[in-house]
């Protein structure tokens, strides 16, 4: 089979919140399939995924906008791919109607829910498909926007689960790990929240919040405030490989996020055979099975979200099988290689039909 050539237009490549494009990336490439990256903006992170240079991402990756169209008319892409369905997707609209090629996007949360664009509709019916990353999104996309449900892919973004796995590591105390971008919609807040309610019922433990953003100073202030500056660490934002150093020694995973698209965060966790008690919002029921890989609880709800990490934290054979449960769910539901199976398959279909 000839060897797809799919241009990727993303706002911002690489960014340490969005290892699910590298990876995706990444093994895009490891199929065999040709790429070139154009993004509209360079990275304001010094800290990037190992997986970009190892994959050899930087050296496919353009930024000039001015240099777009050189490069796809020596590259002559099939297909164009954007992430998020703002302003990358705009930029592979008109790229694609100058080439006459077809173009796809993928939909995942900000886009689809707070800072969709006015024209969502019109961008769905002009790109050969449409993919979001989960279930609850495809409800929304079509409740809200109109787009049709045949025109919709359901493709989670997915976690590389040779890699990410248990190893054995877990000792000392208990280790709640929540992995976030310290931004208002997580609501981490609420996590500080019910390691405060745990301590006062005098569970042992240690919880690592993994990540970066606005609301940093806050939460130290809050963490000062609630006296666990001994008990809850704010580790900053880190590259993968320490990502998978905190989920192989956490006990639990946790995120209490008021909106969601199908959090990559939580794949890594599961991957890891770690439990996770979550709020029941966007992809997350979908991911965490209630009462088998973990526990669901209601947005903004503390002692909702204390109440189930106390279950975990007090019983390691509970942990032990949601553990195991949420491993296999993982391998069987969100492997990336199976994602990256489904991606492919759109892809094929669109140019098989637009080169007969």
């Known amino acids: 089979m000839t060897p797809l050539r799919v241009a990727y237009v993303l706002r911002v490549f690489p960014k340490i919140s969005e290892t699910f494009v590298a990876s995706e990336l990444a093994e895009v490439r490891r199929r065999g399939v040709e790429v070139r990256i154009l993004s509209l903006r360079r990275p304001a992170e010094d800290v990037r995924h190992e997986i970009v240079a190892r994959a050899g991402l930087d050296d496919l990756t353009v930024y000039d906008p001015r240099e777009f169209p050189i490069i796809l008319r020596e590259f002559r892409p099939q297909l164009l791919h954007a992430h998020f369905a703002t302003a990358a997707t705009a930029k592979a609209r008109d790229l694609a109607a100058e080439i006459g090629i077809p173009f796809t996007f993928t939909a995942h949360r900000y886009d689809v829910y707070e800072k969709a664009p006015a024209d969502f509709a019109d961008r769905a019916a002009a790109a050969g498909a449409v993919v979001t990353v989960s279930e609850a999104n495809l409800r929304h996309i079509v409740k809200a926007f109109g787009v049709p449900a045949a025109r919709i892919h359901v493709i989670p973004c997915g976690v590389d689960t040779e890699r990410f796995q248990p190893d054995g590591r877990r000792a000392g105390p208990p280790l709640i790990v929540c992995v976030a971008r310290l931004v208002p919609f997580k609501r981490v807040e609420l996590l500080l929240e019910a390691c405060a309610i745990l301590r006062r019922r005098g569970v042992e433990f240690q919880c690592a919040i993994v990540g970066d953003g606005p609301c940093r100073d806050e939460l130290e202030t809050a963490r000062i405030r609630l006296d666990l500056a001994r008990t809850v660490e704010l580790a900053g934002a880190a590259e993968q490989a320490r990502v998978l150093g905190w989920w192989r020694r956490a006990t639990a995973a946790v995120l209490?996020?008021?909106?969601?698209?199908?959090?990559?965060?939580?794949?890594?966790?599961?991957?890891?055979?770690?439990?996770?008690?979550?709020?029941?919002?966007?992809?997350?029921?979908?991911?965490?099975?209630?009462?088998?890989?973990?526990?669901?609880?209601?947005?903004?709800?503390?002692?909702?979200?204390?109440?189930?990490?106390?279950?975990?934290?007090?019983?390691?054979?509970?942990?032990?099988?949601?553990?195991?449960?949420?491993?296999?769910?993982?391998?069987?539901?969100?492997?990336?290689?199976?994602?990256?199976?489904?991606?492919?398959?759109?892809?094929?279909?669109?140019?098989?039909?637009?080169?007969?």
């Open 256 to 356: 209490p996020s008021d909106s969601e698209g199908m959090p990559v965060s939580l794949m890594e966790a599961a991957a890891c055979g770690v439990p996770a008690v979550a709020t029941a919002v966007g992809g997350i029921p979908e991911l965490i099975e209630d009462g088998v890989t973990g526990f669901l609880t209601t947005p903004g709800d503390a002692e909702g979200l204390a109440g189930g990490l106390e279950r975990l934290l007090r019983d390691p054979d509970l942990v032990a099988r949601f553990g195991a449960a949420a491993r296999l769910r993982a391998e069987e539901h969100f492997s990336l290689p199976r994602q990256v199976d489904r991606l492919l398959s759109v892809w094929r279909g669109l140019v098989g039909e637009a080169e007969r």
